[in-house]
């Protein structure tokens, strides 16, 4: 490994990894596309805006991996299922609670276009606005408007998710 690429795997690594993490729900699956980010980072020859590049290229392989394979509907599945066992009372409440409201978040994220998904994705892991547009090919000026719409449907998603979730409840006890 080149030592620029070393540099950049030390730079950048762990917040790849996060980010794709929350992006894909499987910690393996994050770490599979981060080496295979670094990896083309290897063959490139300059890498003008380090972090957006890095962040464009995994972006992009997540897409190309999604179409090919199946693991992103059966995420969705996982998720559904852990919602519905969620909302069953527990004796313990509170982690039931908080395991329902996690599963409820990440389907409310799942829920949302992928440019606004990975534009707030992005931003949790502090790219700023110029790196963001480039990662995702949007001019500078529409970021903030990406973002701003992105945590407005994130949050009606989420609300959704949560009257349903009430709605259910509220048949089960009478």
């Avoid at 003008?48 to 059966?74: G, H, P, Q, S, Y």
């Avoid at 978040?105 to 606005?129: F, P, S, T, V």
């Avoid at 959704?160 to 259910?168: F, H, N, V």
């Amino acid at each position: 490994m080149s030592a620029d690429v070393e540099r950049l795997f030390r730079t950048y690594h762990a917040t790849l990894v996060r980010y794709l993490t929350r992006r894909l729900g499987d910690r393996d699956w994050a770490e599979e596309v981060a080496q295979e980010t670094f990896v083309r980072a290897l063959r490139q020859d300059a890498i003008m805006n380090e972090r957006a590049w890095i962040f464009a290229v995994a972006t992009n392989l997540v897409r190309d991996e999604a179409r090919k394979d199946a693991r992103r509907r059966r995420h969705l599945e996982l998720l559904r299922a852990e919602a519905e066992e969620a909302a069953e009372p527990e004796p313990e409440g509170a982690s039931a609670e908080r395991a329902a409201q996690a599963a409820m978040a990440r389907q409310a994220l799942e829920a949302l276009a992928e440019r606004d998904r990975n534009a707030l994705l992005m931003k949790e892991e502090g790219l700023d606005y110029h790196e963001i547009a480039a990662a995702l090919d949007l001019s500078f000026g529409s970021v903030g408007t990406t973002l701003a719409r992105a945590r407005k449907r994130l949050a009606e998603a989420y609300e959704a998710l949560q009257r349903e979730r009430e709605g259910g409840r509220g048949h089960a006890a009478s």
